[in-house]
Structures are given as structure tokens and as C-alpha cells.
């Protein structure tokens, strides 16, 4: 079954420092990979999209992932986070045929920023 | 930012009473989705649609329906609602099959 794993369900990290957010997938195809930031309140924003070709993409507000398909893994990483990245992250993984366009999403990791 | 509002934002109802949430889009995108938010469960899918008139369900699908009668709108009715579905609703739309999905401010649903 199609399936992505986000397995820190709560993060926390100081300001200024390095992040890291973790993102498994499972899928018989080639995925589209999402990554999506949720601030309190507020709807999911996409920060970055994987569909192809260079396995590093960049995003919005200094983000960026990595694609490994030999670990089934698109993790978020960003070098030195600030306090306004305080917020819920969510990892999705599409496919561009068959599929009616349905992503699945993960079950979110809460990234807490300490002064 | 995608042109996509819902309404109402925020609604209380009573157990037992039918709701209708609405979703409008000006991106003229053929795919339009209906997600539940709740602790714990991340994002779920209600029901979606690929097209005006052609509607599915999603995973969570009971006790909701669809309709899409024009591009711009897709309308979710809780056709009798209970306290279970308390809950944030999020539409969501998409251009093309299986790429980006771009969400709506949300709507706070109580059912007392």
C-alpha cells in the first residue's frame, strides 16, 4: 500500500540552528514529492516540489530537500532555522498518471523553535 | 497565492442538521479536493473531483457528499451532521493529475 512515514511526530530545535526533517515514502512508481508548512491557523503552504532530474531542489524561505530513491526518502533540511519556522511540516507523494491527482500526506512533524 | 476561499469560515451547528461548505477557485484547475484535519490524523480525504460533475470518494468519505456543477465551485454537504464531524475542512486544488495541490484558509466546523 501507498504509504509516507514522517517518523517525528514533535521536533525541537534552538534558533539559529540546523534542521533536518524526515520524510519515508512507499510507492510502486516513480512519486512526486511534496513538502507543505502549515503556521497555526492557516492553510498548508507548498515549499518545495520534486518531479524530476536534479535530486536537490530548492524552496521558498531558504528550505531545501534531498531525494534518495535508494532510501525511499525526501527529507527537509534547512541550515539555520528561525523562530517564524515554528510550525507543523507535512511531506506528500503524488504521481502524474492514473491516479486522479490524490497526493498522500503524512501525518506531520511539529517543529518547535527555542530562543 | 492560489485564488481559492471557503465559506464559512467558522460554523456551529447541532447534531442532527445539514451543512454545506463551499469552495470557490478563480485558477480555472480541473481538480478539486475535499480534506478533514483533525489531532493526531493529519490530512484526510473526503471526496474530490477531476472535472465538473465527476466526483470520488476519498478515504473518509461516509456521511458527506459532493457536487460540482461549475468549475469554480465544489460544494461539500454533511447531509446530517454528528459531534464526529467536528473538525477544520480544508479544500484544495490542482491543475494537473498528481502535481501540486494548493489549499484554502480552512473552515472550522463544531457540531454540537
Known amino acids: 500500500a501507498q504509504s509516507v512515514t514522517q517518523p517525528d511526530i514533535h521536533i525541537t530545535v534552538s534558533e539559529g540552528a540546523s534542521l533536518e526533517l524526515r520524510c519515508n515514502y512507499s510507492?510502486?512508481?516513480?512519486?512526486?514529492l511534496f513538502w507543505y508548512v502549515q503556521s497555526p491557523g492557516q492553510g498548508l503552504q507548498l515549499l518545495l516540489k520534486?518531479?524530476?532530474?536534479?535530486?536537490l531542489v530548492q524552496g521558498i524561505k531558504g528550505f531545501e530537500a534531498e531525494f534518495k530513491r535508494s532510501q525511499s526518502s525526501f527529507n527537509l533540511r534547512k541550515p539555520s532555522v528561525h523562530w517564524s519556522d515554528a510550525a507543523e511540516y507535512f511531506c506528500?507523494?503524488?504521481?502524474?498518471?492514473?491516479?486522479?491527482?490524490?497526493?498522500?500526506f503524512g501525518q506531520g512533524t511539529t517543529l518547535q523553535v527555542k530562543p | 497565492d492560489a485564488g481559492i476561499t471557503q465559506s464559512p469560515r467558522h460554523k456551529v451547528t447541532e447534531t442532527g442538521t445539514p451543512v454545506t461548505l463551499r469552495c470557490h477557485q478563480t485558477?480555472?484547475?480541473?481538480?478539486m479536493y475535499w480534506y478533514r484535519q483533525d489531532p493526531g490524523h493529519g490530512l484526510r480525504l473526503i471526496h474530490y473531483?477531476?472535472?465538473?460533475?465527476?466526483?470520488d470518494k476519498g478515504e473518509v468519505s461516509d456521511g458527506y457528499s459532493v457536487s460540482r456543477s461549475k468549475t469554480e465551485d465544489f460544494l461539500l454537504t454533511l447531509e446530517s451532521a454528528t459531534s464526529s464531524q467536528t473538525s477544520v475542512y480544508f479544500c484544495?486544488?490542482?491543475?494537473?493529475?498528481?502535481?501540486?495541490?494548493?489549499f484554502g484558509p480552512g473552515t472550522r466546523l463544531t457540531v454540537t
Open positions: 484544495a486544488i490542482s491543475g494537473q493529475e498528481g502535481h501540486e495541490q494548493y
Open positions: 510507492y510502486g512508481a516513480t512519486p512526486y
Open positions: 520534486y518531479f524530476s532530474g536534479d535530486t
Open positions: 506528500a507523494v503524488g504521481h502524474g498518471s492514473g491516479n486522479t491527482g490524490k497526493l498522500i
Open positions: 485558477e480555472n484547475h480541473r481538480y
Open positions: 473531483s477531476y472535472g465538473v460533475k465527476d466526483t
